[in-house]
Nanobody, 123 residues
Framework: QVQLVESGGGLVQTGGSLRLSCAVSGRTFGSLAMGWFRQAPGKEREFVAAITRSGVSTQYPDSVKGRFTISRDNAKNTVYLQMNSLKPEDTAVYYC????????????????WGQGTQVTVSS
């Protein structure tokens, strides 16, 4: 059984930083491409970042490019999301996700999901 457990969410002021972590168990971590998504109240879940199995390539939407960085440590079975220059519109529940084939921003192609961690950015 594959499990993804997010941590690191919380309350931060505008302009602050947070680092989210997602620990993966139950499957060889290096076989999974990983992604982060978020869902704000009343909105659909949206893509935030993706990373290949090796960690060499990443993708971001324009809304977070230059502020967020996804990375992974295959030795620790963990993927990270470093979030800088946070804005109130970044407030959402953040989810990590893994997929066994391909990689990228399409939510429906992810096989495994965590329970989410709340990030709240105060103005």
């Amino acid at each position: 059984q594959v499990q993804l457990v997010e941590s690191g969410g919380g309350l931060v002021q505008t302009g602050g930083s947070l680092r989210l972590s997602c620990a993966v168990s139950g499957r060889t971590f290096g076989s999974l491409a990983m992604g982060w998504f978020r869902q704000a109240p009343g909105k659909e879940r949206e893509f935030v970042a993706a990373i290949t199995r090796s960690g060499v390539s990443t993708q971001y939407p324009d809304s977070v490019k230059g502020r967020f960085t996804i990375s992974r440590d295959n030795a620790k079975n963990t993927v990270y999301l470093q979030m800088n220059s946070l804005k109130p519109e970044d407030t959402a529940v953040y989810y990590c996700a893994g997929r066994g084939a391909g990689w990228g921003r399409v939510e429906s192609l992810y096989d495994y999901w965590g329970q989410g961690t709340q990030v709240t950015v105060s103005s």
